[in-house]
T-cell receptor, first 113, second 114 residues
Framework: GENVEQHPSTLSVQEGDSAVIKCTYS??????FPWYKQELGKGPQLIID?????GEKKDQRIAVTLNKTAKHFSLHITETQPEDSAVYFC????????????FGTGTQLKVEL | GAVVSQHPSWVICKSGTSVKIECRSL??????MFWYRQFPKQSLMLMAT?????????EQGVEKDKFLINHASLTLSTLTVTSAHPEDSSFYIC??????????FGPGTRLTVL
């Protein structure tokens, strides 16, 4: 099955700076990589995703890059704001032809004023 | 679009009782729903996959007689925690997706067993 590793586990940045979270995956057949944001006491919210036929996708201040050769993908948040503070999870298909996702261990992002 | 609701948002029950949690897809038909459990400061742990009209598929180590899942329609799945004990206290989150589409999560249910 798929193995997803996520780094760092915690990340503290100053407001306005950029934040980068990285994930690696093990199954070269994986073709879909979503990122979720989870605020305290709430369910995860899909913020961006990328399919393996593209190398980068951007949505305003958020972007995701994918390196299929190296089997890693990254979340980039520019011009960070306090409301970006949350836990971010990457995910990849669990494999075996099913619908399941395997999640990374999460990154606690703190944007400081 | 793609809104998933859960009810209740929190519940407190006595040890030995059963608790039912509902998960609804409000604006789309979900062919598949998932149930997760999350402990504080940890990642999401998949408990089971539920397809409409068929039996749920449980992940290894999850007791199917303990966590009863019913997916009776394309917009509703329920998780019943039977004979709850304090160690069942957790944050339970459902998600839903239609075929080939993205997975969307509900807001979660905080279960506390006294």
């Amino acid at each position: 099955g798929e193995n997803v590793e996520q780094h760092p586990s915690t990340l503290s940045v100053q407001e306005g700076d950029s934040a980068v979270i990285k994930c690696t995956y093990s199954d070269s057949a994986s073709n879909y990589f979503p990122w979720y944001k989870q605020e305290l006491g709430k369910g995860p919210q899909l913020i961006i995703d990328i399919r393996s036929n593209v190398g980068e996708k951007k949505d305003q201040r958020i972007a995701v890059t994918l390196n299929k050769t190296a089997k890693h993908f990254s979340l980039h948040i520019t011009e960070t704001q306090p409301e970006d503070s949350a836990v971010y999870f990457c995910a990849a298909p669990s494999g075996g032809g099913g619908n399941k996702l395997t999640f990374g261990t999460g990154t606690q992002l703190k944007v400081e004023l | 679009g793609a809104v998933v609701s859960q009810h209740p948002s929190w519940v407190i029950c006595k040890s030995g009782t059963s608790v039912k949690i509902e998960c609804r897809s409000l604006d789309f038909q979900a062919t598949t729903m998932f149930w997760y459990r999350q402990f504080p400061k940890q990642s999401l742990m998949l408990m089971a996959t539920s397809n409409e009209g068929s039996k749920a598929t449980y992940e290894q180590g999850v007791e199917k007689d303990k966590f009863l899942i019913n997916h009776a329609s394309l917009t509703l799945s329920t998780l019943t925690v039977t004979s709850a004990h304090p160690e069942d206290s957790s944050f339970y989150i459902c998600s839903a997706k239609s075929a080939g589409a993205k997975e969307f999560f509900g807001p979660g249910t905080r279960l506390t067993v006294l």
